[in-house]
């Protein structure tokens, strides 16, 4: 990436909370914030990037990820691959990520603390990557959704450490199981961690200033994680009214990663029991979404990806489905960017004097047609211009290894 100080001219960027078209002469950046808008750059020393009318955009968020997976039809078998394999996948999903405009992603759950050490050397400038707040090792219960890959935890005083133990590798965001899966043996509208248990460890997490994420399908599940304090519930599935409104009562965020299950089919590789599952809650996940976005649900986007066919990029899929639930094209990009900013934290995911400096440049108004987000003409991640044609390079030299 190109570092320093970076002035954008001539453009339209969607600025605030709001993300108000806004006509711009220069937009400027320093010390990975931006610096000012349509202000002097008399004297500035730095790149100039003549923008000629394109519109700028804050970095897209993706709020659920597992960036140690590589999207084989086997997901979770992956996990079983060499330190090697898995840190050649978390290096190649980096850089997918920040061709598609995905300056920052949520990673929610990994075999181990591997995913840590890559958002530590991203952040520390050794890895060119997006950003990455990891929550290390899941929480769940004995025999609970993920029981096999993370931390396994019963009882409050055995929750307190699993979270403490996560924080304590570097863990920015704590993931907990308040149901079963889709994706793993059992019931997904199974309760498995208690709202004591999960109370506690909001209680550890929020006492450090860490967000707390929960996997929750059903009613049972959404209101126990709503009542322990989470900050935000994963997808989702089979909500019922009662559970969006409380959503929205709790001041809750959504993550519905609605479209993981597009790729799901019989004799492709998946596990029989994770195609049956899929297959039947498909339309009930789609309709849950589209009741969330009726309901007013603060939705943040996310994809899941790694999972099953579900490869990193396909964000703009996943906000497609929120529009064709109800959403706006203006505010599918809010979910991928506000929203998923106030989620994530650091001021990311607005473009404001003071907000970190990332912005992606699109040739058309994404209000207006969200196809203009695939393919970004520049990425600037901290005020960086990231070298797209050496990222696209790389990308294709690590390819066999990271697969």
């Given at each position: 990436?190109?570092?320093?100080?970076?002035?954008?001219?001539?453009?339209?960027?969607?600025?605030?909370?709001?993300?108000?078209?806004?006509?711009?002469?220069?937009?400027?950046?320093?010390?990975?914030?931006?610096?000012?808008?349509?202000?002097?750059?008399?004297?500035?020393?730095?790149?100039?990037?003549?923008?000629?009318?394109?519109?700028?955009?804050?970095?897209?968020?993706?709020?659920?990820?597992?960036?140690?997976?590589?999207?084989?039809?086997?997901?979770?078998?992956?996990?079983?691959?060499?330190?090697?394999?898995?840190?050649?996948?978390?290096?190649?999903?980096?850089?997918?990520?920040?061709?598609?405009?995905?300056?920052?992603?949520?990673?929610?759950?990994?075999?181990?603390?591997?995913?840590?050490?890559?958002?530590?050397?991203?952040?520390?400038?050794?890895?060119?990557?997006?950003?990455?707040?990891?929550?290390?090792?899941?929480?769940?219960?004995?025999?609970?959704?993920?029981?096999?890959?993370?931390?396994?935890?019963?009882?409050?005083?055995?929750?307190?450490?699993?979270?403490?133990?996560?924080?304590?590798?570097?863990?920015?965001?704590?993931?907990?199981?308040?149901?079963?899966g889709i994706s793993s043996p059992g019931d997904p509208?199974?309760?498995?961690?208690?709202?004591?248990?999960?109370?506690?460890?909001?209680?550890?997490?929020?006492?450090?200033?860490?967000?707390?994420?929960?996997?929750?399908?059903?009613?049972?599940?959404?209101?126990?994680a709503l009542q322990a304090g989470v900050d935000s519930?994963?997808?989702?599935?089979?909500?019922?009214?009662?559970?969006?409104?409380?959503?929205?009562?709790?001041?809750?965020?959504?993550?519905?990663?609605?479209?993981?299950?597009?790729?799901?089919?019989?004799?492709?590789?998946?596990?029989?029991?994770?195609?049956?599952?899929?297959?039947?809650?498909?339309?009930?996940?789609?309709?849950?979404?589209?009741?969330?976005?009726?309901?007013?649900?603060?939705?943040?986007?996310?994809?899941?990806?790694?999972?099953?066919?579900?490869?990193?990029?396909?964000?703009?899929?996943?906000?497609?489905?929120?529009?064709?639930?109800?959403?706006?094209?203006?505010?599918?990009?809010?979910?991928?960017?506000?929203?998923?900013?106030?989620?994530?934290?650091?001021?990311?995911?607005?473009?404001?004097?003071?907000?970190?400096?990332?912005?992606?440049?699109?040739?058309?108004?994404?209000?207006?047609?969200?196809?203009?987000?695939?393919?970004?003409?520049?990425?600037?991640?901290?005020?960086?211009?990231?070298?797209?044609?050496?990222?696209?390079?790389?990308?294709?030299?690590?390819?066999?290894?990271?697969?």
């Amino acid at each position: 990436m190109s570092s320093g100080a970076l002035v954008l001219r001539d453009g339209v960027a969607f600025v605030g909370p709001e993300l108000e078209r806004r006509p711009f002469s220069t937009l400027r950046m320093e010390d990975g914030l931006i610096t000012g808008i349509d202000e002097s750059v008399r004297g500035f020393d730095g790149l100039v990037l003549d923008l000629a009318g394109a519109f700028v955009v804050p970095g897209l968020i993706d709020c659920h990820v597992h960036f140690d997976l590589a999207a084989h039809p086997a997901a979770y078998g992956h996990w079983s691959a060499s330190p090697l394999t898995r840190s050649m996948t978390c290096l190649h999903n980096g850089l997918v990520a920040l061709t598609k405009g995905i300056t920052t992603v949520r990673d929610l759950g990994c075999i181990d603390h591997l995913v840590l050490d890559y958002a530590g050397r991203v952040e520390s400038g050794s890895l060119i990557g997006p950003r990455v707040i990891a929550a290390g090792r899941p929480i769940t219960i004995t025999g609970g959704h993920f029981a096999q890959y993370g931390r396994v935890a019963d009882g409050q005083a055995e929750v307190r450490k699993a979270v403490r133990e996560q924080i304590g590798a570097g863990a920015r965001v704590v993931k907990l199981m308040a149901t079963g899966g889709i994706s793993s043996p059992g019931d997904p509208t199974a309760s498995t961690l208690t709202q004591e248990e999960m109370a506690v460890a909001v209680e550890e997490a929020h006492k450090r200033g860490i967000t707390v994420a929960a996997h929750a399908h059903n009613r049972a599940g959404i209101l126990a994680a709503l009542q322990a304090g989470v900050d935000s519930i994963e997808h989702a599935a089979f909500a019922d009214d009662e559970s969006l409104e409380a959503i929205i009562s709790h001041q809750a965020t959504l993550v519905p990663t609605v479209s993981a299950l597009n790729n799901i089919a019989p004799d492709v590789g998946i596990p029989i029991e994770t195609v049956r599952k899929s297959l039947q809650a498909r339309q009930t996940y789609v309709e849950s979404t589209g009741r969330a976005i009726s309901a007013g649900v603060r939705i943040a986007a996310g994809t899941d990806a790694g999972t099953a066919l579900n490869p990193i990029g396909g964000l703009v899929d996943e906000l497609e489905m929120y529009c064709a639930g109800g959403m706006s094209w203006l505010e599918a990009v809010a979910a991928a960017t506000v929203n998923a900013g106030a989620l994530v934290g650091g001021g990311l995911g607005v473009i404001a004097t003071g907000r970190p400096a990332d912005v992606i440049v699109v040739d058309a108004d994404p209000g207006e047609a969200l196809t203009t987000l695939r393919e970004p003409l520049h990425v600037i991640k901290g005020g960086a211009l990231v070298d797209l044609p050496w990222v696209r390079q790389t990308i294709a030299e690590v390819r066999a290894v990271a697969s």
